[in-house]
């Protein structure tokens, strides 16, 4: 069966800094990937998705680039940090027409 | 920008008592899709329904869809201290199957 790993389960980063964000999958091939960031209490918001290798789509322009370079690799990036990016940060993995298997998140406080 | 938008945003019934909460959706979609999260952890999904079904169940849980008015609902039928959570509707819409929208979703508290 499929798994979705990322990892860590908390940051805490000062302004300015990089992140880098690792999302792996296991047990099944060329998934859709996808980085959502959920702000306290709110809902989830689609950052990027990816239906391929260096196949990269953004939903929302911003601080963050991602970067596919493994089928099962999915790598969210900043360069530098900025306090608005704070959250909780999801990845997870869809295929078309079923559901879709959501990793355990990243807390991101930027300080 | 988020597709659906769940109603209310937040939920309080005594253990035992069923909860409904809605979702509205703004373009046709090819599924919709509820997701539970635990405070704190990623989402799990419950259940799908497809553009050309009304209604589904799975266990205590029973989801409509109406196409016509673009809207959904997600019924838990007597509730227990466990489904406190917050629950999320998701659309894949009909012209990209590869996007998965979320709302801001409804957090229901079952008391005891």
């Known amino acids: 069966s499929q798994t979705i790993h990322q990892w860590p389960a908390t940051l805490v980063q000062p302004v300015g800094s990089p992140l880098s964000l690792e999302c792996t999958v296991e047990?099944?091939?060329?998934?859709?990937l996808y980085w959502y960031r959920q702000a306290a209490g709110r809902g989830l918001q689609l950052l990027f998705y990816?239906?391929?290798?260096?196949?990269i789509s953004s939903e929302v322009p911003q601080n963050l680039s991602a970067s596919r370079p493994q089928d099962w690799q999915f790598i969210l990036s900043s360069k530098k940090l900025l306090l608005s990016d704070s959250g909780f940060y999801l990845c997870?993995?869809?295929?078309?027409?079923?559901?879709?298997?959501f990793g355990q998140g990243t807390r991101l406080t930027v300080v | 920008s988020q597709q659906g938008e769940e109603d209310p945003q937040a939920l309080s019934i005594q253990e035992g008592e069923n909860a409904t909460m809605n979702c509205s959706y703004k373009?046709?979609?090819?599924?919709l899709q509820w997701y539970r999260q635990n405070s704190g952890r990623g989402l799990v999904h419950l259940i799908l329904?497809?553009?050309?079904?009304r209604e589904k169940h799975s266990g205590r849980l029973r989801v409509t869809l109406d196409t016509s008015k673009k809207s959904s609902s997600l019924l838990i039928t007597a509730s227990r201290a466990a489904d406190t959570a917050s629950y999320f509707c998701?659309?894949?819409?009909?012209?990209?199957?590869?996007?998965?929208?979320f709302g801001a979703g409804t957090t229901v508290t079952v008391r005891a």
């Open positions: 997870a993995l869809h295929r078309e027409g079923t559901e879709a298997f």
């Open positions: 047990g099944t091939s060329n998934p859709n």
């Open positions: 990816s239906v391929g290798i260096g196949q």
């Open positions: 373009t046709s979609i090819n599924n």
């Open positions: 329904i497809r553009s050309n079904e």
């Open positions: 998701a659309t894949v819409p009909s012209s990209n199957d590869y996007k998965l929208s």
